[in-house]
């Protein structure tokens, strides 16, 4: 027993030592986000933290840049941060980068807030999804239940609460300096690795307990970010969307106006889809995205019927309309940009008179199909019709009736069909245009 005992000791001691050496040989992950805070950005920023915490990482540095984003993926983000193992540092940068709106309470949650020269945040207002009148008492509450969210962040990180409630209840604002100054944020660091110097030795509480960090001199890796994440990440961003959108108008409508083609009608209902989605996850004008909407359902129509131009007309007018209105929305990280917004739209109504007109004059035609494609074609008598016979019309032999007797060797005109008899007259009778011979 004293033998076993003299082994486990050091064995014990040993294994106790490791488990701290782990830790203070963790990286330094970095974490690049740009763009609105969505449901695809919000699952990028929760694995990153959750890798973080798996391997054991010293702190997770989230670089950001954005206008906010949507109140369900912020607090999803928060959520994650609070109950993180692992620092996450949050670094607005680089320079001429922004926090606003989620990203102030994101900054607040963090264990340590920094941001770069020239970088501001502020304007946490919420606003409301959608268009049109917002009932006041709704709007209320609201307010009342974010300024209260992030009175209750501040007080578990040490910050700022008046100016945070000011930001909520009034969309104010400061710049980096400023906001050092009225402890909003910690620190002002150039770079990262000035950053990194600035936080070594800081103490901060994780959901595990307080943890010194040990960030100088460490080892940095970015966090690789899938290309799939990245994608629908991209979705986000409402040029995006809205080009989206016009795509599987014009996919659908060539589709419609050619059937059996395809791949267009392919690409144009995948284009939508993915259009959808993105406005799904975006505080857009909902009158404005039905006006879109409707001129696509008008501009189709137009291709499938011929609706003489009233049909795409109209869907020229929604689509002006609707386009105007998803530009001026309130919240400016769903605004389209008029420099996307002005040459699709005219591209669009472009396509869309060339589809009408064309679809005009397929009707204009005359058919080519059946009996009535037969009309108007000129052949040869192998009998006599005296009035009634048989001519050969197509490669099939027809009953024929001819309003007067026709010798053998003459040419007769298809004047119409009764039934199953074609109607023929001699040509010279029948008239010139558009023959079509069957000789």
Same mark, same amino acid.
């Given at each position: 027993?004293?033998?076993? #005992? @003299? ?7 040993? #294994? ?6 782990i830790g203070?040989n963790g990286? $330094? #992950?970095?974490?690049?986000?740009a763009g ?15 890798q ?7 702190? #997770?540095v989230?670089?950001? %840049? ?5 109140d369900t993926?912020m607090?999803?983000?928060i959520?994650?941060?609070l109950?993180?193992?692992?620092p996450?540092v949050i +670094?607005?940068?680089p320079?001429?980068s922004?926090?606003?709106s ?6 607040y ?6 941001m770069?020269?020239?970088?501001n ?15 006041? *008492?709704?709007? %209320?509450k609201v *307010?009342?239940d974010a300024?209260? +969210? ?7 990180r040490g ?5 945070g409630?000011k930001?909520?209840?009034?969309? $104010?604002?400061?710049?980096a ?5 009225e402890?909003?944020?910690d620190l002002?660091a150039?770079?990262?690795?000035d950053?990194?110097?600035q936080? %070594?030795?800081r *103490?901060?509480d *994780?959901?595990? !307990?307080?943890?010194?960090l040990a960030t ?12 799939g ?5 991209? &979705?986000?961003?409402p040029?995006v969307a809205y080009?989206?959108m016009m795509?599987?108008? +014009? ?5 419609l106006a050619?059937p ?8 144009g209902?995948?284009?939508?889809? &993915?259009?959808? +989605?993105?406005f799904?996850?975006?505080?857009v004008s909902y009158a404005g995205?039905?006006l879109v909407?409707l001129?696509?359902v ?10 003489f131009? =009233?049909?795409?007309g109209?869907?020229v007018?929604a689509?002006?309309i609707g386009?105007?209105? =998803?530009?001026?929305t %309130?919240?400016?990280f769903?605004?389209v940009s008029?420099?996307i &917004?002005?040459?699709?739209?005219? $591209?669009?109504?472009a396509?869309?008179v060339?589809t009408?007109?064309?679809?005009? @004059?397929?009707?204009?035609?005359r058919p080519v199909?059946g009996?009535?494609g =037969?009309?108007?074609t ?7 019709l005296d009035p009634? !016979?048989?001519?050969e019309?197509?490669?099939e032999?027809w009953k024929?009736r ?7 060797g003459?040419r007769? @005109? ?7 008899v074609a &109607?023929v007259a001699p040509?010279?009778?029948?008239g !010139?245009?558009?023959?079509?011979n069957d000789d």
């Open positions: 027993m004293k033998r076993w #005992l @003299r082994w486990l000791g050091p064995f014990v001691i040993g #294994l106790a030592m490791a488990i701290p050496a203070d990286e $330094v #992950l970095v974490l690049n986000l609105p805070i969505a449901p695809a950005s919000a699952d990028i920023w929760v694995e990153a933290i959750a973080a915490e798996r391997e054991l990482a010293e702190v #997770l989230v670089r950001l %840049d954005t206008p906010g984003g949507l993926s607090r999803r983000i959520k994650k941060m109950a993180s193992s692992v996450v +670094y607005v940068a320079e001429g922004r926090a606003a989620a990203g102030v309470f994101l900054l949650a963090s264990h340590v807030a920094a770069a020269p020239g970088t945040l502020g304007a946490a207002h919420p606003v409301m999804m959608g268009e049109g009148e917002v009932d006041e *008492t709704m709007m %209320d *307010t009342h300024a209260a +969210y992030i009175r209750s962040l501040a007080a578990m910050r700022n609460a008046e100016w409630e930001a909520v209840r009034e969309s $104010v604002s400061l710049t300096a400023e906001a050092v100054a402890k909003v944020v002002v150039a770079d990262l690795e950053l990194l110097n936080i %070594d030795g *103490t901060v *994780t959901a595990t !307990g307080p943890v010194i100088k001199g460490k080892a940095v890796r970015e966090v690789a970010v899938s290309a994440k990245r994608f629908l990440a991209a &979705l986000t961003d040029n080009i989206l795509l599987g108008t +014009y996919g659908l409508i060539y589709e050619n059996g083609a395809i791949l267009p009608g392919v690409v209902a995948i284009c939508l889809i &993915l259009a959808l +989605y993105a799904s996850t975006l505080p995205l039905a909407l001129s696509m008008l501009f189709i129509a137009e291709a499938m019927v011929s609706g131009g =009233l049909l795409a109209g869907g007018v689509l002006i386009s105007m209105m =998803l530009a001026n %309130d919240v400016p769903a605004q008029w420099q &917004l002005v040459p699709v739209t005219l $591209v669009t109504i396509f869309a060339v009408a007109m064309l679809a005009a @004059r397929s009707f204009r035609k199909s009996n009535e =037969l009309i108007g000129v052949v040869r008598l192998m009998e006599p009634e !016979g048989h001519i019309l197509a490669g032999l024929a001819s309003p007067e007797p026709v010798s053998a003459e007769v @005109r298809v004047t119409g069909f009764e039934g199953l &109607l040509e010279h009778a029948a !010139g245009g558009g023959e079509k």
